[in-house]
């Protein structure tokens, strides 16, 4: 509802929801050049943004744009979410955003024609604390970066981007005063070597590869960090395990070698007895499914064959140390959450506060490894869009508690 004069509207006027709610209260200033826009949440009622408006004519049609300084607020708490400057609906000026639960900022920054520009620092809700200075040009990462421990304040990772593409030697460093390095990196041109560090055994070397933008590419290996012996050797197509990888115990001796392509267990795999180069198990593996099974005795005599795709009992022939049939035992199990995933997911996902209200939503995939004793390793994206919730799902995921391992004959594997 609302008033007329001489054809355009005047004054105050009122839109509601279906439901009967106010959905927004507008007032009209200059004839329909300018308008002052106080919009609701249906059912509550409590304001969910409010700001000036500006009337831009295109072909002949008058569109209302954003202009000047908008305020956002949360529906459950109707406090501040973000503070954001316009003009004439292009973000441009200072923004500030705000945590939904204790009210404080999360970062401040600035857009100049919808561009992010100069420095964006990020804070923790909790405590307030500086958790990240990034500083752009023209929308990229551009100049040095800073990001600290959210409880401590200790610096975290550093570096400099040139025009979003990362340059130079980047460092990450353990949460502790006296900055011991956790990992450093050395980027040209998107690509990078990389190497990383056990502060606890006198920062000995326990990772290393290559890097083209953030996916691993080529050998990488991987050492033992009581003793710096090689743990494991494999090798990367844009992220993805390709070849065969290679695992070492303590002492040297090779507990297993893995066929790959595409990420998956493709072709023959062989694991061997413990601190022996006995064959313990070889299986022939199509897109991580076992095709083809045989498990031997420390004699090397064979304890299960498995010679059909499908892998249920009555596919397994097993067999006594003595050569004689036997009963089968359950073959294999694969890795699994204890509880429910969906629901931890549910109870630990922390939306980013600047995604949420810019509206942006999709899908994270992300890979990990399950190792032989449920811990998550090596969490990685497959596929994402947009950097923030990227982050988000790679912290979810590393945050896991330890799964129950996958096992073949009652022996945990990854």
């Excluded at 826009?37 to 000036?52: F, H, M, P, R, W």
């Excluded at 002949?60 to 949360?74: E, S």
């Excluded at 080529?218 to 050492?223: D, I, K, M, P, T």
């Excluded at 980013?352 to 969490?379: C, H, Q, R, S, Y």
Aim: glycine share 10%; charged share 25%; hydrophobic share 30%.
């Amino acid at each position: 509802d609302g008033q007329y004069t001489n054809g355009i509207a005047t004054g105050i006027w009122k839109e509601y929801y279906n439901t009967g709610n106010l959905k927004c209260i507008k007032k009209h200033d200059n004839g329909q050049q300018q308008q002052y826009i106080v919009n609701y949440y249906d059912a509550t009622e409590l304001k969910q943004s409010e700001g000036a408006m500006v009337g831009v004519l295109k072909s002949g049609k008058m569109q209302y744009k954003r202009d000047g300084r908008w305020v956002y607020y949360n529906q459950q708490e109707n406090n501040k979410a973000a503070i954001i400057n316009f003009s004439a609906g292009v973000l441009d000026g200072d923004v500030q955003f705000y945590d939904s639960t204790t009210g404080n900022i999360i970062l401040k920054g600035k857009y100049s024609l919808n561009m992010k520009s100069g420095q964006w620092t990020y804070y923790n809700p909790v405590n307030k604390m500086r958790t990240a200075i990034i500083n752009f040009e023209r929308g990229e990462p551009h100049g040095d970066l800073f990001v600290f421990y959210p409880g401590t304040g200790n610096m975290k990772q550093t570096g400099v981007y040139s025009h979003g593409k990362r340059h130079g030697l980047w460092s990450g460093l353990y949460d502790c005063k006296d900055r011991r390095i956790q990992w450093q990196a050395d980027y040209k041109k998107d690509r990078a070597s990389i190497v990383y560090y056990d502060s606890a055994n006198n920062d000995r070397e326990i990772r290393k590869g290559n890097l083209y933008v953030h996916q691993r590419v080529g050998l990488w290996l991987e050492y033992h960090p009581e003793n710096g012996r090689l743990k494991t050797k494999e090798t990367y197509n844009n992220n993805l395990l390709e070849g065969v990888v290679v695992n070492y115990d303590k002492n040297g001796f090779i507990t297993s070698e893995l066929s790959y392509s595409r990420g998956m267990k493709n072709g023959r795999s062989v694991y061997y007895f413990e601190g022996k180069t006995d064959v313990w198990t070889t299986a022939i593996f199509y897109d991580d499914d076992v095709q083809k099974l045989q498990i031997n005795y420390p004699s090397g005599k064979p304890k299960r064959v498995v010679d059909e795709l499908k892998l249920g009992d009555e596919s397994s022939i097993c067999y006594t140390e003595q050569g004689g049939k036997e009963s089968c035992d359950e073959l294999n199990t694969d890795a699994h959450f204890n509880g429910d995933v969906t629901a931890y997911i549910g109870s630990n996902l922390k939306y980013p506060e600047e995604a949420k209200l810019l509206k942006m939503e999709g899908k994270v995939k992300v890979g990990f490894t399950i190792g032989e004793d449920g811990t998550i390793k090596n969490p990685y994206i497959i596929e994402g869009f947009d950097s923030r919730c990227d982050e988000e799902a790679l912290r979810l995921v590393a945050q896991m508690p330890a799964w129950k391992p996958a096992s073949i004959d009652n022996t945990p594997v990854a």
